[in-house]
Each structure stands twice: as structure tokens, then as C-alpha cells.
């Protein structure tokens, strides 16, 4: 009876170590695959948006969502005003970037974002060469406007992700180094109805978008 009981320990003793090493080969296969070649290799998303206004201003195509987080940049970026006009007029940032709005006219100018913006705010009166900051901590459209000057706007638009591009004067947009996936692609543009459309990317190949029938906003 005790040589059957010793047996029987020795067979689950055998089972058991079966078991775990079958277990760090499975983890040792996964483990392997994360690492295969290409695997972090993006892809690009190239299309047209067909309508005569990007002659006059561009649209940003931007990809509405990408899991990870995406830190916005470190350093502050300009948008100027010089001769009365916002520069450049049509900004596209990552979500907590700083804008500088810095002041290069002879001339005094308020810079705020009315109700309704994603991210309202009133820089106040501010002279020549006076720099005055903002961040932009909400997704979506932010206008600006000046106080002083009726005829000066411009817009920042907030992005949760990098993957973002301003089409040319002729619609052409190129978005570079997208990780794969299945993403909603949609276009701002301040005269248009926001459109999306799906997109899929995959690792080094280009995912072509066309975008027509924008209906005015
Ligand atoms: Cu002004």
C-alpha cells in the first residue's frame, strides 16, 4: 500500500512539473511574438479632401482616437499676431500644449475664445512684444478672436493624438506612422460640417481617403 500511495505522489510530482514547464514554453512562445520584426512599424493615411474652401483655408484630417497617452509637447508653441493677423491662423495641437500668443504689432490686442469654445478664456489688453499663454486642456474647437480688432480669428483645434495633418491648397493630406488599427478619421475645417470616416492601417502600407460632399456648417 505505501509503495502504490509513494507512486501516486511521484506520478502528480511529474504531472505538476509537466505542467509548469509547458506553461513557461507558452510564455516563452508570446513572449517572442511581441518582439517579431515590424511589429511596432506604422502605416500611412494619404487622401484628398475634395472642396474648393482648403484653396482658402486648410482642414486638419486627424485620427479621433489612438489608445496610449500622448504627452504634449514640452516647449510652448507661437501663435503670433503681426498686422493684424493670427499666425499661423489654423492650429492643430496635442491636448495640454501651452500656445504663446505673442504681440508683434505697434498696436494693442485681446485675444479670447468665446462661449461655446471647447476652452473659453480672455487674455485681457496686452501691448507690443508682450507674450501671454494659454493651455489647452479640452479636446475639440477653440476660435479666437481679439477684442480690438473685428477682422482678426483664428482657430486652435485640440487632438488627443499626434496623428493629425492640415491639407495643401489643393485638399492633399498625408498622415505618417499611424499604428495599425481600425481608427475613425475625421475633418475639421471651420466652414464645414465635421465628416468621418473609417479607416484600417496596417504596418507599412498607405490607407487611401477620400472625402467629398462637405456640407456647409
Ligand atoms: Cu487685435
Known amino acids: 500500500m505505501r509503495k502504490s500511495k509513494i507512486l501516486t505522489l511521484f506520478i502528480a510530482a511529474i504531472a505538476v512539473v509537466g505542467l509548469l514547464s509547458a506553461g513557461s514554453i507558452v510564455q ?4 517572442g511574438h511581441g518582439h517579431g520584426g515590424g511589429q511596432h512599424e506604422g502605416g500611412t493615411i494619404k487622401g484628398l479632401v475634395k472642396t474648393p474652401w482648403v484653396k482658402r483655408y486648410p482642414a486638419v484630417v486627424y485620427v479621433d482616437h489612438v489608445d ?3 504627452p504634449a509637447p514640452k516647449e510652448n508653441v507661437f501663435m503670433g499676431q503681426s498686422n493684424l493677423v493670427f499666425k499661423p491662423r489654423i492650429m492643430p495641437v496635442l491636448k495640454d500644449t501651452t500656445v504663446d500668443f505673442t504681440n508683434d504689432d505697434n498696436v494693442v490686442h485681446n485675444v479670447f475664445a468665446p462661449p461655446g469654445s471647447a476652452k473659453e478664456f480672455n487674455l485681457g489688453t496686452y501691448g507690443v512684444g508682450v507674450t501671454k499663454t494659454e493651455t489647452f486642456d479640452k479636446l475639440g474647437e477653440v476660435p479666437l478672436l481679439c477684442n480690438v480688432h473685428a ?7 485640440v487632438l488627443q493624438n499626434p496623428y493629425y495633418a492640415l491639407t495643401d491648397k489643393k485638399g492633399n493630406f498625408e498622415i505618417k506612422n499611424v499604428p495599425p488599427g481600425s481608427y475613425k478619421l475625421k475633418v475639421w475645417h471651420e466652414k464645414l460640417k465635421e465628416v468621418t470616416q473609417d479607416v484600417v492601417v496596417e504596418a507599412g502600407k498607405t490607407a487611401s481617403v477620400e472625402f467629398k460632399g462637405l456640407k456647409k456648417r
Not at 28 to 31: C, Q
Not at 151 to 157: I, S, Y
Open 28 to 31: 516563452a512562445e508570446e513572449g
Open 68 to 70: 496610449g497617452t500622448f
Open 151 to 157: 477682422e482678426m480669428d483664428a482657430f486652435v483645434v
